[in-house]
């Protein structure tokens, strides 16, 4: 079972400390059931006796301190382990490539980390109650035994047969919730699309029924799977309850025909068959927990294992190449005869072969109409695509992936679908004059201001947005600046100010600027234009000094 798996592989506890706690709050529970029993008797008699009452007292504090271990320590070990497999996995995606996060799905990835670990971490408590249930069921058997071997064999062949067809039956509720969990990643990535497109559905009625539709589909497959999971359990409780009222009645009905001496046991027999209720119901309830926790624990493992996979190839020391295009500054950027394929529902993309040369200090232009490939373009010269064939170097040296990273560090970017944080992660805060000048700068001085952790807000318009994305940008202060459509939503006075004032000062830094551009009236900013028509580069040009 993978919830087993999951919680043996990474822990730290000592198991035989916990077994042996969970077998004492097991035969501590049992003991309590011979204890009452005895004084049963001697009630009956019309005798009492201290050493009973003493008996009690003992084996119910025993039972607490052990009951109260075993919760405890499991409750704080589980969580040590999701929380250690969440650190692990969002470690591993830091060191996946694009292309490999993009496949994976955000939906499936959204799952593993939070709905996945968090049926895990819920099942804890219910496994454990399942197991000290087994334990208890295992020392009133014994028990049980002593007073009559015959009550003892019946009821031991009789739950053997019932717990092997019960357990037969779990096999295709475990396939149902399987499903389930498939159905509910894709869930996922159909609610995150609504969300990140929902500017788009909300301008077309068509398009929000059609989205609408496909995530009640999904939805409602999900349910049916549910649905079915959920009603092959309830059978498999009837059939639970059903075979443990056949067990009373035949021990109580037919168990007498097999001689005299049973029925001097009949009462003792039955009152311990009866404390079997407890137990067995926590175990057929614990069922459906388990059941969705181990379909989680195998989606993280699955997970894991596509994970580990991607970033294999890229552990251990750093290649020379890697070192070197760390250490040495970048002369020259250049894709040789560079190919990459999109592939997505059937149709495909392709874009290269490439031959492309930037170089340090330079600003480039990039053009091209829609779907022509130039964000593409830009994920390869900045190393977050590979080539699928061809090369990217830097300085003649081939970046492999045990040195994209290092190249990668050398860029700053604000995507077209940029992501703005609120937070300046991995970068030094300015001091306060230099923060209002960069805001003055910018002209987004009132809008917000930069504090101790970030931005006060980024509750702004997509224009200003983007000037706080640059800020960002600008305040890693790395050699190259990538700039995707970032004029687009700028309004006509602050885009002339970037491409006259902006982007030549930055140039005279010393930064290298690629900017991806459709604003044909400030060409003459540039140094080169490389334009792209259908995944090729179909224009080479120097741009004229001369405006």
């Not at 062949?157 to 509910?184: C, N, P, Q």
């Not at 500054?329 to 005869?337: A, D, G, H, V, Y």
Request: aromatic share 8%; charged share 20%.
């Amino acid at each position: 079972m993978r919830l087993i798996d999951f919680f043996l592989g990474q822990t730290q506890t000592s198991l035989r400390r916990l077994c042996t706690m969970a077998v004492v709050a097991g035969g501590s529970n049992a003991a309590l059931l011979a204890v009452v029993n005895g004084a049963a008797d001697h009630i009956k008699d019309g005798q009492a006796e201290i050493t009973g009452v003493l008996m009690f007292l003992i084996f119910l504090g025993a039972y607490v301190y052990a009951q109260r271990y075993v919760l405890v320590t499991t409750s704080a070990e589980v969580e040590r382990l999701v929380h250690g497999y969440r650190q692990r996995l969002i470690g591993q995606l830091k060191m996946c490539e694009l292309r490999e996060v993009e496949h994976i799905g955000r939906g499936r990835i959204f799952a593993a980390i939070s709905s996945d670990t968090q049926a895990i971490s819920q099942s804890a408590s219910g496994l454990v109650f399942g197991v000290q249930a087994a334990v208890l069921i295992v020392c009133i058997a014994i028990y049980l035994a002593m007073i009559s071997m015959t009550s003892f064999v019946i009821a031991s062949v009789f739950l053997g047969i019932a717990t092997r067809i019960y357990l037969s039956k779990m096999r295709a509720v475990y396939g149902l919730f399987h499903d389930a969990s498939t159905e509910e990643n894709t869930l996922h990535d159909l609610v995150s699309g609504f969300l990140d497109g929902f500017k788009e559905v909300k301008l077309s009625s068509l398009r929000a029924a059609a989205v609408l539709a496909d995530v009640v589909s999904v939805s409602a497959r999900t349910a049916v799977f549910r649905t079915e999971a959920q009603k092959a359990l309830a059978m498999n409780l009837i059939f639970a309850q059903v075979a443990f009222m056949m067990l009373l009645g035949t021990l109580v009905f037919l168990t007498p025909m097999f001689g005299n001496s049973y029925s001097g046991t009949v009462m003792g027999s039955m009152t311990t068959v009866m404390f079997l209720i407890g137990p067995i119901s926590s175990i057929v309830g614990t069922v459906p927990l388990v059941a969705v926790a181990n379909a989680a624990a195998e989606n993280l493992q699955n997970l894991e294992k596509l994970l580990e996979a991607s970033t294999r190839e890229r552990n251990g020391e750093p290649s020379v190449s890697a070192r070197a295009i760390a250490v040495t500054p970048m002369r020259t950027i250049e894709l040789r005869r560079a190919y990459f394929k999109h592939d997505a529902d059937g149709s495909q993309f392709a874009v290269g072969p490439l031959d492309l040369t930037i170089r340090a200090g330079e600003t480039v232009f990039i053009t091209g109409g829609n779907g022509s490939g130039k964000s593409t373009l830009i994920k390869l010269i900045t190393g977050l695509y590979p080539p699928l064939s061809g090369e990217l170097l830097v300085n003649d040296v081939p970046v492999t992936p045990k040195s994209a990273q290092a190249h990668r560090d050398r860029f700053c970017a604000v995507f077209s679908d940029f992501h703005l944080f609120r937070k300046l992660y991995g970068i030094s805060l300015p001091d306060e004059p230099t923060a209002a000048a960069w805001l003055d700068e910018l002209e987004i001085a009132g809008k917000t201001e930069i504090v101790l952790d970030g931005f006060s807000t980024i509750d702004l318009s997509s224009g200003q947005k983007k000037r706080l994305a640059l800020l960002s940008a600008l305040l890693e202060d790395k050699p190259i600046l990538v700039l995707d459509e970032w004029a687009a939503d700028q309004d006509p006075p602050f885009r002339r100010k970037f491409y006259d004032e902006l982007l030549p000062r930055w140039k005279a830094e010393g930064k290298t600027i690629i900017a991806v551009t459709h604003d044909d009236r400030y060409f003459h900013v540039a140094d080169r234009r490389f334009h792209l028509e259908e995944g090729q580069l179909r224009d080479l040009m120097e741009i004229p000094k001369n405006g």
